[in-house]
């Protein structure tokens, strides 16, 4: 995928209620890639993070399957600094001969962004897993 499709995606404002990680993935899945992926709209909305993760999680394996090699599009799902589990998503990508991830958070100033996937650890993300959208 080129970059100049993923820039429109680029510095969008996080916001817990209407943008926030698993709606960013979703709005990706719709508009670049043609897929109606529901991460349900009536899902809890907590503040916390760690009540973040947990309701994002849950919904992982009924919404993907693990995979072992990532393509653009696949789900990227992150453990946040300080979290016990994985509940952070985020949208494969691989421009400018390197693997990235686009992605929004709470800490992350200046909304939505693409990181390199190597750059993560530096953030404190950990990868947890790719994940195939069902």
């Known amino acids: 995928m080129d970059a100049w499709q ?3 995606f680029v510095g969008i404002p996080y916001c817990p209620r209407h943008m926030d990680c698993a709606d960013l993935a979703m709005q990706v899945q719709g508009e670049l890639f043609g897929r109606e992926v529901w991460v349900a709209n009536k899902r809890p909305r907590p503040f916390l993070p760690a009540e973040q993760d947990a309701v994002i999680s849950t919904y992982c394996d009924q919404l993907a399957d693990l995979v072992a090699e990532p393509q ?3 789900a990227v799902l992150m453990r946040e600094p300080g979290a016990q589990m994985a509940g952070h998503i ?3 990508f691989f421009v400018n001969y ?3 991830v686009l992605h929004t958070a ?3 100033q200046g909304g939505s962004t693409l990181h390199r996937l ?3 650890s530096g953030f404190g993300l950990t990868v947890e897993g790719y994940y195939r959208w069902k």
Do not use: E, F, K, V
Request: glycine share 12%; net charge negative.
């Open 6 to 8: 993923i820039d429109r």
């Open 72 to 74: 653009d599009g696949d």
């Open 90 to 92: 985020g949208t494969y």
């Open 98 to 100: 390197a693997p990235h």
């Open 106 to 108: 709470t800490w992350m």
């Open 118 to 120: 190597q750059d993560l």
